[in-house]
C-alpha cells in the first residue's frame, strides 16, 4: 500500500480533555512500579506506566506541542509506533497503577483508549490478536467454535431453565469454551435460589472485551450493543448475571455510552445476586467442609471501570459455608494481584502469565489457604493451568507448582456444598 | 494437574462436541486404540484423583459433558501411555 493512502489518524483523537491533561499529570513518582504485576514479572522498567504516558506525550508534544507549532507538526515514524505499541500491550490492564496513583490518573480507561489509538495507527494491532478478530468475524465469539454448542458442556439435563424470566445468566465465552466448571457452579446456584433464564444461544455473543479492551478494536461496539440489548429484552431479563468481570465492565462502561443512555437491563456479577439469595433465606448450604480458604479478587471487579467494586458478595458466600474458615491474602480487595491472564496476555506473553499466576498461588500459600477461590473465568483458566491459547512450554512450567494450593471457581466451590 | 484419562465408549455425538471444547494444538482429544485421550489443564499427570480427592467421574475441574462420559465407564487408564 503507498504511504499516502494511508490515513493519518490525530493522536489525540480519541482521548477526552481530563485524558489530555492526565498525560501531563503524571509525575514519574513510580508508585505504580511497586505495583505493576508485569514489573513484579519482568523488572523491566521500559514497559512501565511512566514510560507508556512518557511516550505518548512526546507523540502529542510533537503533533500538537510548542516543537510541533515551530517546527512543524511531525508524522510518528512506524517504528516508534510500533515501539509504543510494544510497552502499551504489555499490560494486563489490571488498574492496579491507576488505584495507587498519586495523582489520580485513571489509568484503566487510558489504556484501553491509547490502545483504541494504536489500533486504529498504521501499526494497527499486534499479530496474534489479529486471529482473536478473525474469530469474532466468524463466530462471534474469541473462540472458532459455534455458538449453537455453548450451553452443551457445562448446563446439567436436571437444571431448568424458565423460558423467560428476571435474571438472565451470561456465561460468557469464557464460561462456555474455557471454563465450564464455572458455568455450571454458577446454574447450580441460582436454580437453587429461583428461575433463571438463558439468552439464546446463537445470541449470546461475545461482550466485546477481548477484540475491544485486548486488541484495541473498538469498531464492533454498535453491532454488538444491537445485538444484546435485543437478545436481552426478548427474554424479558431485568438482572443480566455473568461470572466473567470483564464483561461486567464492557456493559457497566461502553454499553450504555454506545446505546445512548441507560441499558434497559442491570449488569451484575452472579456472585451478587447468590448473597441476595443467602441473605433472603432462599439458599441454604447442607454440606460441611472444613478447610481453609482465601478469596482472589479479580481486577475488573476489585477495580472495576465505572461505579463501586464487588468484593463483599464474593465474601458472603464464602461466609455461609459450613465449616470454611475465610482468610485473607496480602494483597486483597482493591489492591488484589493480578494473574496474568487478561487483555491479550495469553497469545501475546505466555511465560509472563504464568509467572503472575504462579506469584498469586505462592501468596495463597503463604496466607496460609488450602484453596484459593476466584469469582472470574479468565483467572480460572490462568490459575488452574489450562492451555487454551498458551504455548506447552509455559504449561510445563506449572509442574513447578508442586501444587501448593488448590484451586476452584467461588461458585462451583459453593454449589458443591448445597 | 494434567487430565490425560482415556474416555471410551463415547457416542459421535459426545464427540462432535468434545472436540468443541478442545480445539488448541496442545488441548486436543487424541484417538488411540478406540479410546480419546484427554489433554486437559496443565502441570503434574493426575492418575484418577485429584486434588480434592475426587475421582474421574466426580472431577470439578472437568466440563459436565466429560463427567457424563465418566461415570459410565467401568476401566480408567491415564497418560499417553496408559498407566
Excluded at chain 1, 496480602?330 to 501475546?348: I, M, V
Amino acid at each position: 500500500m503507498r504511504k499516502e493512502a494511508v490515513k493519518k489518524k490525530d493522536v489525540t483523537e480519541n482521548l477526552t480533555k481530563q485524558q489530555l491533561i492526565e498525560l501531563d499529570a503524571c509525575v514519574s513518582c513510580g508508585e505504580c512500579l511497586k505495583w505493576c504485576p508485569i514489573q513484579d514479572a519482568t523488572g523491566d522498567p521500559s514497559c512501565s506506566p511512566p514510560e507508556r504516558i512518557k511516550a505518548y506525550r512526546e507523540f502529542v508534544e510533537e503533533e500538537h506541542g510548542l516543537k510541533g507549532k515551530l517546527f512543524g507538526s511531525k508524522e510518528i515514524s512506524e517504528e516508534r509506533l510500533k515501539n509504543f505499541r510494544d510497552i502499551l500491550y504489555k499490560c494486563v490492564l489490571c488498574g492496579n497503577c491507576g488505584e495507587v496513583c498519586e495523582v489520580g490518573i485513571d489509568t484503566k480507561k487510558l489504556w484501553w483508549t491509547l490502545r483504541k489509538s494504536v489500533c486504529e495507527s498504521k501499526v494497527g494491532m499486534p499479530e496474534p490478536l489479529k486471529g482473536v478478530l478473525a474469530n469474532y468475524q466468524k463466530t462471534r465469539s474469541p473462540f472458532p467454535k459455534p455458538l449453537t454448542h455453548r450451553y452443551k458442556f457445562w448446563l446439567p439435563e436436571d437444571i431448568k431453565v424458565a423460558d423467560k424470566a428476571e435474571i438472565g445468566f451470561y456465561e460468557g465465552c469464557g464460561g462456555a469454551w474455557d471454563a465450564q466448571p464455572s458455568a455450571e457452579g454458577a446454574a447450580r446456584l441460582l436454580s437453587a435460589g429461583g428461575p433463571f433464564t438463558l439468552l439464546d444461544p446463537e445470541e449470546a455473543w461475545c461482550c466485546g472485551w477481548p477484540i475491544v479492551a485486548g486488541s484495541g478494536d473498538w469498531s464492533i461496539m454498535p453491532e454488538l450493543v444491537k445485538n444484546f440489548v435485543a437478545a436481552v429484552q426478548k427474554k424479558g431479563i431485568k438482572r443480566l448475571a455473568m461470572i466473567c468481570p470483564m464483561c461486567r465492565d464492557i456493559f457497566k462502561w461502553l454499553y450504555p455510552e454506545f446505546y445512548g443512555g441507560k441499558l434497559p437491563f442491570e449488569p451484575v456479577m452472579v456472585s451478587e445476586v447468590i448473597a441476595e439469595y443467602i441473605d433472603a433465606g432462599r439458599i441454604k448450604f447442607t454440606k460441611i467442609l472444613r478447610e481453609t480458604v482465601t478469596n482472589h479478587d479479580p481486577c475488573a471487579l476489585a477495580r472495576p471501570l465505572v461505579g463501586p467494586p464487588v468484593l463483599d458478595a464474593p465474601r458472603k458466600i464464602l461466609n455461609a459455608l459450613p465449616g470454611v474458615k475465610v482468610v485473607e491474602m496480602e494483597r486483597s480487595r482493591e489492591l488484589t494481584r493480578c494473574c496474568g491472564g487478561s487483555a491479550g496476555q495469553r497469545p501475546l506473553n505466555p511465560d509472563l502469565v504464568v509467572k503472575m499466576a504462579k506469584e498469586l498461588m505462592y501468596e495463597a500459600k503463604r496466607a496460609g489457604a488450602d484453596t484459593i477461590v476466584t469469582s472470574c473465568t479468565a483467572c480460572y483458566v490462568s490459575l488452574v493451568g489450562r492451555t487454551h491459547m498458551t504455548p506447552h512450554p509455559a504449561v510445563d512450567d506449572y509442574k513447578h507448582f508442586e501444587e501448593p494450593v488448590k484451586m476452584n471457581d467461588l461458585l462451583q466451590y459453593a454449589a458443591a456444598l448445597l | 494437574m494434567l487430565c490425560q484419562t482415556h474416555l471410551k465408549g463415547v457416542t459421535a455425538e459426545e464427540k462432535e462436541l468434545l472436540e468443541s471444547i478442545f480445539f488448541h494444538p496442545y488441548d486436543k482429544l487424541e484417538e488411540r486404540n478406540g479410546a480419546l485421550i484427554m489433554n486437559y489443564m496443565g502441570g503434574k499427570l493426575c492418575l484418577g484423583t485429584n486434588d480434592f480427592g475426587e475421582n474421574c467421574g466426580n472431577c470439578r475441574y472437568m466440563p459436565y459433558i466429560v463427567r457424563k462420559i465418566l461415570r459410565r465407564q467401568k476401566d480408567f487408564s491415564f497418560g499417553k501411555d496408559g498407566k
